[in-house]
């Protein structure tokens, strides 16, 4: 199968324009030391309905959450997607365009990336926000990388209750950088307030905190900023899980400088965690630091001035400032932050709260589920939003299987992350979670016991 | 080329800053070839709030069109005594009038040595054909 | 026809909404008893109230303001704007695909993780490599991964001290930026001005003044100008001398596929990009992927985790202890390598390397149709893509590569790239890909007859272009003075 739609006769034409007689002599400037003289080993092409069952017994092989129960959080959160924003963001003119370098044929993407730039300072409480990043761990490290400025020496601490895949990320790019990573450890679950005071200095760079953290467990940001503003860092959260927003006190309201995140759970796929959506909301005197593309309002040049958008303070970016540039995204994930604005929009003011409060209270009602069966507690005694640690009577690696038979995928196992946590599980509970969906856990939980 | 202006009375720094004298001061700013070439200016970084020395050739500000940034360079050393305020909220006076309400900042001359390693109107002009 | 349409923040009324979500069907707690009042939103963020009509019709239109390959001819040099078939968009929307959870355990994702591993052996048989990391979300972030890898291979045989890379002076943008992030300093390479690729002369004397601090020569080839370099495998021995190691930027792999392979060419690491060259769409600006293949050497370095197979099937596998660690969260941009895998399979071999030869044919045929109104930067035979200039036109009517541009648009075309390469004065970089009719090319051709035809007769009505589309040319100057990045309540409504 093919999508080239010119026949052999058509491109015999348009070689004979040429005056060429085969495809094989526009080829002349490879030079034969490089030519590949042998057909590439893959396997032969199939025809659409072929594919079709191929690629349908490969999926069908997959446990999917539309008819498995899962209690999976850990960063990637499911939050269910109203028909109407596929039907609106699979619209082809969206998703067969590109970076709007022509605005006047683009308004239609432009608006709709300056309205997901306004609804994530609407959720955030901060000023400005950019038109998307790569993931929330790369995201992170944009924030870090404005926050060290250029020259990439400096100092980032770190809550250890941030995302360890995201801490991860950041190792990995300090040490090509060559900028150094303090992590500050959690006590009963959230960040040690003691020992974050004595990790920042007056040459801090960043301070890191997520919110709520990977635990699950609400930090204390109200008394965790003065200490990240203590010196000249700037203070950043992480959001992995943008439902608790619709509830907790925002990042604008607790004094953060810079809030990242994920916000792919809000209209989009999951698709085993990509593509997904960072984002990067910020105060106002960032805003020429920002890294990534950033949609403006306008007006026309000629004499009706109609309100348009482009693509503006471009001389940030890489294809202007090249090697001085502070950051290298071009292409960014567009049409994943299209999904997310179609979502809010639909969702809208009343339902974002509702979605909070529906996580808040279907979590809980699990917990005090789950911690009345002897056996199983609570591992800390802090507030959380969605998701908490329990220990159970088991090794998680047990529990698992045991879930697994059951048909259900349970809770996140922490010892890959946290090599002493050995029988501790993370549970979330979203809104898509029933009750019969936790009382069913709960009932194959109490069969295992120590 | 021929429509830009370099007026006589001024000395020029090959990354395009111009210089009036007056006395021991000088005023500072960018040349007509310099916003021409940027394009519309959008934004410029200068030492607001005031007294800072600057030295010959040490970076003095950054200025941000809508297709380019650039670095500031100072032409001469000294203390900086004023600077143009107007440039915060509308940088396009700089393509509109360069030499006069486009000025960036005033100085006290250190060094008046500096002075003859600038160029005059003429030595800019024909060192803007060669480039 | 110009129209406006006001922002969605300009429409509905106080307590309406659209989606509804779910009853609450557990016993609740008093809000208090699980969260203090000072940790809780006081005020409900201020998202929109609006119907679902309203919001249907607000996007319905906001897509309809909005120029997609779907909609007309796109010939944006560098970005490959190839027709996205629709039957990727249905395998990546199979809820065995899209809706599974990366933390999942490896035995509930077999599908999954046989889909990545048989990807990765396309695309290390496609570029002539070891092995293939599908971790990278972009072709930025793989060149990031890139030149992270060949730091540490550096470092691990006691050459950390390597800093320079050595960089076209037409390459893109993202390429000198990836190497200020990996805290590598530029050196510039010069073009040669006749054959448009690297100018040996300057590349030896960059190699022998600083052969001891070399770490890497990052190019792609085709090159930005749409030519071969003929020169690579000497390319590739000249570097390697030195102890360097060479980087392909993939963005130009469109015109090599079953023709050569870069890891053929003496390339040590690639980069690809799948929303380019394998189809999938550019989603108005993303998402892409940007796959890294890597020869034998730099295998032990790459990010994790690995698909791996063995009797009991497929399991995630840790890199090992020189791994660079991970280069963002969880494995890679899953849906769009299920669209690029399908790609693929739909092509086979003989296929692939028809793409790229019919990429090369409307590349040239479009350069020679063009060469009588047009100034051509370099004359030779092309690859995919090729730069034309508007030279010509603005000597003797002052009609820019902009204004070509912006006139294209109002015949219903999207304008080629402009100003790069930056080498190019008044640039227009042109890439059809394989994916266009004959007469799409043709009327491509007499569009821009038209248009130097209209710089010479009438060249107000190319310089105020574009006229037909829902706006006119709007004010950078304004955007970038006085930036408006989100709406708040109260500014001036839209008109």
């Known amino acids: ?450 | 080329m021929a429509k830009l202006q370099h007026p006589a009375n001024l000395k020029y720094s090959k990354t395009d800053e111009w210089v009036r004298v007056d006395g021991d001061q000088a005023t500072i700013g960018i040349t007509d070839y310099a916003q021409d070439q940027l394009g519309d200016i959008v934004y410029i970084e200068l030492p607001w709030d005031g007294s800072q020395s600057v030295s010959e050739d040490g970076k003095f500000g950054d200025i941000e069109s809508v297709k380019a940034t650039s670095e500031l360079i100072s032409p001469l050393s000294g203390e900086i005594v004023k600077v143009n305020e107007n440039l915060k909220d509308t940088p396009e006076l700089i393509n509109d009038s360069p030499y006069e309400t486009g000025w960036m900042f005033v100085m006290k001359i250190s060094d008046p040595a500096e002075l003859d390693r600038l160029m005059s109107a003429d030595e800019y002009k024909a060192y803007l054909e060669g480039r | ?495």
């Open chain 3, 1 to 495: 026809m110009r129209s406006v349409e006001s922002l969605i923040f300009e429409k509905g009324a106080p307590g309406r909404r659209a989606a509804t979500m779910t009853a609450m069907d557990v016993p609740t707690e008093a809000l208090e008893s699980m969260v203090p009042a000072s940790m809780l939103r006081k005020e409900p963020a201020p998202l929109p109230e609006v119907s679902e009509i309203e919001i249907v019709r607000h996007y319905t239109h906001l897509s309809q303001r909005n120029f997609g390959v779907d909609t007309g001819f796109y010939p944006l040099g560098s970005c490959t704007m190839k027709y996205n078939p629709k039957l990727n968009e249905d395998m990546a929307v199979l809820p065995g695909f899209a809706h599974i959870h990366p933390l999942q355990p490896d035995s509930t994702v077999q599908g999954a993780i046989q889909l990545i591993y048989e990807l990765e052996q396309y695309l290390a048989e496609i570029s002539g490599m070891a092995r293939v990391t599908l971790q990278p979300s972009a072709g930025a972030h793989g060149e990031l991964t890139g030149l992270m890898l060949i730091k540490a291979y550096h470092e691990h045989n006691g050459q950390g001290h390597r800093n320079l890379v050595l960089i076209p002076d037409n390459a893109h943008g993202t390429n000198p930026a990836s190497a200020t992030l990996a805290d590598y300093r530029s050196v510039e390479v010069k073009s040669d001005a006749q054959t448009g690729g690297i100018d040996m002369e300057h590349l030896k004397a960059l190699l022998d003044a600083n052969a001891a601090n070399i770490a890497a020569i990052m190019m792609t080839n085709p090159n930005t100008l749409g030519l071969f370099d003929s020169k690579i495998a000497e390319i590739a021995t000249l570097v390697h001398e030195v102890g360097g190691q060479l980087y392909y930027d993939g963005a130009n792999a469109n015109a090599v596929l079953g023709i050569t392979r870069p890891g053929d060419m003496g390339f040590d690491v690639v980069h690809f990009n799948l929303h380019k060259t394998c189809s999938t769409p550019h989603g108005g600006g993303g998402p892409g992927a940007g796959p890294i293949g890597v020869k034998e050497h730099l295998v032990p370095f790459l990010p994790g985790p690995m698909p791996a197979r063995n009797e009991q099937g497929y399991s995630w596998e840790d890199v090992g202890p020189l791994s660079i660690g991970k280069m963002r969260a969880n494995k890679g941009n899953f849906g769009v390598l299920v669209r690029a895998y399908t790609y693929i399979r739909t092509y086979g071999p003989d296929g692939l390397l028809h793409v790229s030869q019919s990429a090369i044919l409307n590349a040239n045929y479009l350069k020679h149709a063009l060469e009588s109104d047009y100034e051509i930067a370099y004359p030779q035979t092309c690859q995919h893509e090729f730069v034309a200039t508007a030279e010509r036109q603005k000597e003797e009517h002052d009609v820019t590569a902009l204004d070509i541009a912006k006139r294209l648009l109002d015949f219903g075309m999207y304008a080629p790239t402009v100003y790069f390469p930056l080498i190019v004065h008044e640039a227009m970089m042109i890439e059809p890909t394989e994916t266009e009719t004959r007469e799409t090319l043709d009327y491509f051709v007499s569009v821009m007859r038209q248009i130097a035809e209209e710089a010479r007769t009438n060249p107000e009505i190319v310089k105020t272009a574009p006229h037909t589309t829902p706006v006119g040319r709007l004010d950078q100057a304004l955007a970038a003075r006085k930036p408006n990045l989100r709406w708040t309540m109260g500014q001036e409504g839209t008109h």
């Open chain 1, 1 to 450: 199968m093919s999508y080239i739609p010119n026949t052999p006769e058509d491109q015999q034409a348009m070689l004979a324009t040429l005056g060429l007689s085969s495809l094989e002599e526009l080829l002349s400037p490879v030079p034969e030391n490089v030519r590949l003289r042998r057909a590439l080993d893959l396997p032969p092409a199939l025809a659409e309905p072929d594919l079709k069952r191929l690629l349908g017994t490969m999926a069908v092989r997959n446990k999917n959450l539309d008819t498995t129960i899962s209690f999976l959080g850990a960063g990637t959160y499911d939050h269910a997607v109203p028909s109407v924003v596929p039907h609106l963001q699979h619209r082809s003119e969206f998703v067969t365009s590109y970076t709007p370098y022509q605005p006047e044929v683009s308004q239609g993407m432009l608006q709709a990336i300056y309205e997901f730039q306004t609804m994530v300072c609407q959720i955030t409480g901060l000023d400005i926000a950019n038109a998307s990043l790569y993931d929330g761990a790369t995201a992170l490290i944009e924030a870090v990388l404005l926050a060290i400025g250029p020259g990439g020496r400096g100092e980032v601490v770190i809550s250890m209750g941030v995302d360890p895949q995201y801490r991860r990320v950041l190792h990995t790019y300090a040490h090509a950088r060559g900028f150094n990573v303090k992590e500050v450890p959690t006590r009963d679950g959230v960040t040690s307030v003691e020992d974050l005071d004595a990790a920042v200095s007056a040459t801090t760079a960043a301070v890191v905190i997520q919110q709520p953290n990977f635990f699950g467990c609400i930090e204390d940001m109200r008394a965790i900023e003065p200490i990240a503003h203590k010196g000249k860092a700037v203070f950043v959260t992480t959001i992995t899980e943008p439902a608790s927003l619709g509830m907790l006190a925002s990042p604008g309201d607790y004094g953060a400088d810079i809030a990242v995140g994920e916000l792919m759970s809000f209209g989009n796929t999951m698709s085993y965690g990509g593509p997904a959506l960072g984002f990067m909301a910020a105060r106002n005197k960032y805003m020429r630091l920002l890294p990534g593309r950033l949609v403006g309002q306008t007006v026309e040049e000629g004499g009706d001035k109609r309100t348009g958008y482009v693509l503006t303070l471009q001389t940030r970016e890489q294809h202007i400032r090249r090697e001085r540039a502070t950051s290298n995204i071009c292409t960014n994930q567009s049409l994943l932050a299209v999904g997310a604005t179609i979502y809010m929009a639909a969702i809208g003011k009343q339902g974002f709260r509702e979605l909070g409060e529906l996580c808040l209270q279907k979590a809980h009602y699990a917990f005090r589920q789950i911690t009345a069966i002897p056996g199983y507690s609570a591992k800390f005694g802090s507030l959380f939003f969605d998701e908490f640690v329990i220990t159970a009577p088991v090794s998680s690696h047990k529990l698992q299987r045991h879930l697994d038979q059951a048909g259900i995928i349970g809770g996140y196992a922490l010892h890959g992350s946290y090599p002493d946590m050995e029988n501790d599980i993370l549970f979330c509970v979203t809104e898509t979670r029933a009750k019969e969906d936790i009382d069913t856990l709960v009932s194959v939980l109490k069969e295992v016991q120590a």
